[in-house]
């Protein structure tokens, strides 16, 4: 198992296009969860997936983002009609249950301009 | 609502000497855990040290442990005989009963050659 991937690894869009991207967690976790982390801070809760169920949402989680994991495998978090301030890290993690730790993806870097 | 604070946003310490990176938070939960990650500069989060509240022992990884004080609310990170690679930055985080992470501001480690 290679651990936590994401993709893309670096997007660039205009403002008011819709973005989605993808984390695939390591196969045997069944909790994923989403954070975004701007420059120089820690990273944020968004939201988390205990398998297909979607059970927590930031307030962070205007209604222009939307986040699924269908099938309990890869999850998806889509950001429609983008914002300069959407501009962050957008990181994944899964979680071993047992032992409550997190693994990080490497992000994704969104760029809106 | 927890919280969580580190108070150093920069350090810098000389190869091969031992630094402590200070880390406080609030809850009112009583069961929960700790951890420190680390963020080299462009890299992806790795976790460096686990702590469970109810164990009184203070956890050690390598040249890494922690000084967990419970009633304080505290839980330093000592790393021992730095490495150029420890240089990075790294963030304290509790674990929510929910699962989600909450994340100091970070502190920026400096490993002087």
């Known amino acids: 198992d290679t651990g936590v991937s994401q993709n893309p690894r670096h997007k660039i869009t205009k403002r008011g296009q819709n973005v989605t991207f993808r984390c695939d967690p390591i196969?045997?976790?069944?909790?994923l969860y989403w954070y975004r982390q701007t420059l120089g801070q820690g990273p944020e809760f968004l939201t988390y997936?205990?398998?297909?169920?979607?059970?927590?949402k930031s307030r962070l989680l205007s209604d222009r983002f939307s986040a699924e994991r269908p099938k309990g495998s890869f999850s998806t978090l889509e950001i429609q009609r983008t914002e300069q301030g959407d501009s962050a890290m957008y990181l994944c993690?899964?979680?071993?249950?047992?032992?409550?730790?997190?693994?990080f993806g490497p992000g994704t870097r969104l760029t809106v301009t | 609502a927890q919280t969580v604070t580190q108070s150093q946003p920069e350090m810098s310490v000389q190869e091969a000497e031992t630094v402590t990176l200070s880390c406080t938070y609030d809850?009112?939960?009583?069961?929960?855990?700790l951890f420190w990650y680390k963020q080299p500069p462009s890299r992806q989060m790795i976790l460096v040290i686990r702590?469970?509240?109810?164990?009184?022992q203070n956890a050690t990884e390598n040249r890494f442990s922690v000084n967990f004080q419970k009633a304080a609310k505290s839980f330093s990170l000592k790393i021992s005989d730095s490495q150029l690679g420890d240089t990075a930055m790294y963030f304290c985080?509790?674990?929510?009963?929910?699962?989600?992470?909450?994340f100091g501001q970070g502190t920026t480690l400096q490993v002087k050659p």
């Open positions: 993690a899964s979680e071993d249950t047992r032992g409550h730790e997190q693994y």
């Open positions: 196969s045997e976790h069944n909790r």
């Open positions: 997936f205990q398998n297909e169920a979607q059970l927590e």
């Open positions: 809850t009112s939960e009583n069961n929960y855990y």
């Open positions: 702590q469970e509240a109810y164990k009184q």
């Open positions: 985080a509790f674990r929510s009963h929910t699962g989600k992470l909450i």
